[in-house]
């Protein structure tokens, strides 16, 4: 069974302009998360999915930041326009149901240059 | 809300030495709680968690955990670690059993 896949593993961009980052999680998990690790701090939540809709984003920073699950399968989460202050390394989990263990994938780390 | 403290850093330890590494929460509430470990170029995986029953909890690698209430503890120990053990942990509580808060991990490094 594959594990959740996120791409790109780097990226590097310059203030102002957009990123993509996507997670495939496993497949039959109807959850969703994606999670930001600024650099030196806490694993912070951002947003959580459960199959296409969107239960619960309080984690999320501000309104440049744009995650969707088209479908209830893949995820992706736009920055735009990219500041300095997002770079970071995003990881994304996905389960099978709110009570079981999730499973995180390898992240991306973003760098704002 | 709650907070998750990891009070080291870094911890560098000997081959076949025990480790702890320590955790300390806060919450109003009851609380699910977790270890996560982060091999170098992985994702995070679980290594152990609590939800209920006996607080002193095994986990993969030889790993284990006990928590404590009273001191809103949750510290993990291995009584012998070797080479491959060198990674970041991380604590993590959940309130509601889907959103984790994270501590801000602690590294450690076995050295032979």
């Known amino acids: 069974e594959a594990g959740v896949t996120q791409f790109p593993s780097h990226s590097v961009i310059e203030k102002g302009q957009t990123v993509t980052l996507r997670c495939d999680p496993i497949?039959?998990?109807?959850?969703l998360y994606w999670y930001r690790r600024v650099m030196g701090k806490e694993i912070k939540f951002l947003l959580h999915f459960v199959k296409e809709s969107k239960q619960d984003e309080s984690g999320m920073p501000n309104n440049r930041f744009l995650a969707e699950r088209t479908g209830g399968t893949y995820s992706t989460l736009k920055v735009q326009p990219a500041e300095l202050e997002d770079s970071g390394v995003y990881f994304c989990?996905?389960?099978?149901?709110?009570?079981?263990?999730?499973?995180f994938g390898q992240g991306t780390r973003l760098t704002v240059v | 809300a709650q907070s998750v403290t990891q009070l080291d850093s870094q911890v560098p330890v000997f081959e076949e030495a025990p480790v702890e590494l320590r955790c300390n929460y806060s919450s109003s509430v009851s609380v699910y709680l977790f270890w996560y470990v982060q091999y170098p170029n992985q994702g995070l995986q679980l290594l152990l968690k609590?939800?209920?029953?006996?607080?002193l909890v095994k986990g993969i690698n030889g790993f284990e955990a006990e928590f404590n209430k009273s001191q809103t503890s949750f510290h993990l120990r291995k009584p012998s670690v070797h080479i491959s053990d060198t990674a970041e942990y991380f604590c993590?509580?959940?309130?509601?059993?889907?959103?984790?808060?994270f501590g801000a991990g602690t590294t450690v490094t076995v050295r032979a």
């Open positions: 497949s039959g998990h109807d959850n």
């Open positions: 993590a509580v959940s309130e509601d059993d889907y959103k984790l808060s």
């Open positions: 609590y939800l209920s029953g006996s607080t």
């Open positions: 989990a996905s389960s099978r149901q709110e009570n079981t263990e999730a499973f």
